[in-house]
């Protein structure tokens, strides 16, 4: 069995306005938009869920506690006892702990005034030092708002400004996407594992317009590159929103180095996208 932590290293995991720092050997599962699933040897270890919620005051939060803990009852969970430990009061302006009969954290509930996100954790892991652990892992929890959002998560890392809101995500067998809006354009970033067989078949070039989901597109490959843009006129915009399509696009699909994969950024708008906003961020997304 692989030691979980410690000896080894930690990582940073972050997503949509989480981050907290884990065992290299704990695995982050995706579970939806605001939910993860941390796992060690396949067994899960503790769960996150979240919101955006707006300000809270103390009386409103209290009363978001009582809810949240009544909708838990009813779906046939027992209510754990409020434990008076403050381990995570550091991070967060509001929280309500909940331990097991012998006092041991189990549960709670916090809220963060900054990005108005309220989080409810639940420890799953029965083991002693698998739940001190957790312990300490969540004492790293944090949500608030800086000048980006880390989204990190399996073996890559995305940085993208707060505006950019998610709208979807895919995390299938040897392709991972996820789908952004932002104030000015629309961002996918993709990763496709496998790149030196799937370069023995597809070129680059080839293989961005699938992923891109157009023909019409120009495309300029390097050795390790490829990108593509479009900016029709006034008669094709027409074209294309006819269409439903996007008129302006601009991608970038590369071969990272060290690693045996591919990743690409791909932009659309209704409007022309700034030439350097592709380069931006394509620099910020990266396998780790």
Known sequence: MTEPYPPGPAKM??????????????????????????EFDFAPLFELRWER?????????????????????????????????????????????????RGELSEGICYCSQSTILLVFQVLTHQHRLRTMVK???????????????????DFSLKLPPSFH?????FLAGFTSLKFNGPDYSLMAGKLAGAGKRLEHQSLAALLPVLAGTDHIRLQQKEHSCTGYRKPGWG?????????????????????????????????????????????HSQRYEII
């Open 13 to 38: 995991v972050g997503w949509n306005g989480i981050e907290l720092t884990v065992p290299k050997t704990w695995e982050a599962i995706v579970s939806g938009p605001c939910h993860l699933l941390f």
């Open 236 to 280: 094709k915009r027409m074209f294309y929103r006819l269409k439903r399509e996007p008129p302006f696009l601009t991608a970038k699909i590369w071969r990272t180095t060290g690693s045996d994969h591919l990743l690409a950024i791909i932009l659309s708008s209704t409007s022309n996208i700034c030439d350097t906003s592709l380069d931006s």
């Open 136 to 154: 300490s892992v969540l004492k790293s929890l944090k949500c608030r708002p800086g000048s980006e959002v880390l989204w990190r998560v399996q």
């Open 166 to 170: 998610l709208q979807d995500f895919s």
């Open 53 to 101: 919620v707006g300000k809270l005051s103390s009386s409103r939060f209290e009363a978001r506690v009582r809810q949240i803990r009544h909708q838990a009852q009813k779906g046939g969970r027992p209510l754990a006892r409020s434990i008076n430990k403050d381990d995570l009061a550091a991070n967060f302006d509001f929280t309500r702990l909940f331990g097991d009969d």
